[in-house]
T-cell receptor
């Protein structure tokens, strides 16, 4: 039972490069989320998808785009990476709003 | 916009001490409340949650939290901490009217053996 799987686990990018972070869940959850975690800042919501076919901005959406490809997959794209986007990125999913969110293991991204 | 405040950024306790971590939120409507824990090098795991009913909720590993609606608070407590409780603790809030889940900045707890 894999739960929430994120790829890659580590990535180093040069400023201006693009990349897509992948997230997939196998729990038939409806809602999926992308957060970034920075020291002293907690987790900040980037984008979320309440259900297949919908996406909404969170607290810090600038510089990111998302795609809810199907019910299982929710990807996060950085079109032109900046050093300020150096962070640990977590994907999460849950079946409905008052239930437990399950998190992936995280992607550690460094932009140089 | 909803927000979550965790008052203690870094707490150091000795084993067997009692713990209380503060959490306040800004939204006055119906909310779902959560405490998550992140052990070093790991992802977040749910400790406990509240969405209705008894405002005193019990979670895993001896943790509990009390929802006080009038104070917009959801403080986490444990009567006697252990060295293995060393971790970062996050309070999170979801307003019932939408699907955003907003986290506080976290409290880093260090337990001295």
């Amino acid at each position: 039972n894999a739960g929430v799987t994120q790829t890659p686990k580590f990535q180093v990018l040069k400023t201006g490069q693009s990349m897509t972070l992948q997230c997939a869940q196998d729990m038939n959850h409806n809602s999926m989320y992308w957060y970034r975690q920075d020291p002293g800042m907690g987790l900040r919501l980037i984008y979320y998808s309440a259900s297949e076919g919908t996406t909404d901005k969170g607290e810090v959406p600038n510089g990111y785009n998302v795609s809810r490809l199907n019910k299982r997959e929710f990807s996060l794209r950085l079109e032109s990476a900046a050093p300020s986007q150096t962070s640990v990125y977590f994907c999460a999913s849950l079946v409905r709003k008052n239930t437990e969110a399950f998190f992936g293991q995280g992607t550690r991204l460094t932009v140089v | 916009a909803q927000s979550v405040s965790q008052h203690n950024h870094h707490v150091i306790l000795s084993e067997a001490a009692s713990l209380e971590l503060g959490c306040n939120y800004s939204y006055g409507g119906t909310v779902n409340l959560f405490w998550y824990v992140q052990y070093p090098g790991q992802h977040l795991q749910l400790l406990l949650k509240y969405f209705s009913g008894d405002p005193l909720v019990k979670g895993i590993k001896g943790f509990e939290a009390e929802f006080i609606k009038s104070k917009f608070s959801f403080n986490l407590r444990k009567p006697s901490v252990q060295w293995s409780d060393t971790a970062e603790y996050f309070c999170a809030v979801n307003e019932n009217r939408d699907d955003k889940i907003i986290f506080g900045k976290g409290t880093r707890l260090h337990i001295l053996p």
